[in-house]
């Protein structure tokens, strides 16, 4: 049974670029959902996908979107940067309303 | 979702129990509580999650107080390896959709293993 991925591991992208950070979810799961973890605090939700629908989303611009696929993989897509979206982006998997298993994040650097 | 409330930090000698305490005095009768653990650098791990009966799995301990009103995860046998942040996570019940899909983090309990 694969586990969750996430590419890339590290990015560095100036401020004002955009971004796509990009997740397999873990083999039969078909939910997808995206957190961001700034340095020395927990997690936080962004959104969750559901059969290729966005299903749920935190406080987070529309700046921050996202995609999910057929095959239940998903991106996060961020526009026009800024300094302090440099952060752990985190992508779990699940089935609904399960418990949600998480891939080792993609982090972000914004300079 | 209900707030959790856990100590910033703890010690364990290695070899000894490990028992981390949550309060979560304002539950719902359909949140579950939820336990994650977070090595440096790494994504969450699901350890464990109950309703109102005691769980174990091959991981942990879950022990969930008659009123549910509070929680703690017992690690058995603690070792270097379970140095992590621990979080304590209430959450609806079998429901998805919308803002109740989400797990809500706080700042967790950050468990030292010592030799």
């Known amino acids: 049974e694969t586990g969750v991925t996430q590419s890339p591991t590290h990015l560095i992208k100036t401020r004002g670029q955009q971004v796509t950070l990009r997740c397999s979810s873990q083999?039969?799961?078909?939910?997808v959902s995206w957190y961001q973890q700034a340095l020395g605090q927990g997690p936080q939700f962004i959104f969750q996908?559901?059969?290729?629908?966005?299903?749920g989303r935190g406080n987070f611009p529309p700046r921050f979107s996202g995609l999910q696929f057929p095959n239940y993989s998903s991106e996060l897509n961020v526009n026009a940067l800024e300094l302090d979206d440099s952060a752990l982006y985190l992508c779990?998997?699940?089935?609904?309303?399960?418990?949600?298993?998480f891939g080792p994040g993609t982090r972000l650097t914004v300079t | 979702d209900a707030k959790t409330t856990q100590p910033p930090s703890m010690d364990c000698a290695e070899g000894r129990a490990a028992n981390l305490p949550c309060n979560h005095s304002?539950?719902?009768?359909?949140?579950?509580v939820y336990w994650y653990r977070q090595i440096h650098s790494q994504g969450p791990q699901y350890i464990i999650h109950?309703?109102?009966n005691n769980e174990t799995n091959e991981m942990a301990s879950l022990i969930i107080t008659e009123d549910r009103k509070s929680s703690t995860l017992i690690l058995p046998h603690a070792t270097l390896r379970d140095t992590a942040v621990y979080y304590c996570?209430?959450?609806?019940?079998?429901?998805?959709?919308?803002?109740?899909?989400?797990?809500?983090f706080g700042t967790g309990t950050r468990l030292q293993v010592t030799l």
């Open positions: 779990a998997s699940s089935l609904p309303g399960a418990e949600q298993y």
């Open positions: 083999s039969g799961h078909n939910t």
């Open positions: 996908y559901y059969r290729e629908e966005e299903n």
């Open positions: 304002t539950i719902s009768g359909n949140e579950y």
């Open positions: 109950g309703l109102k």
């Open positions: 996570i209430v959450r609806v019940a079998r429901e998805w959709g919308g803002t109740a899909s989400k797990l809500t």
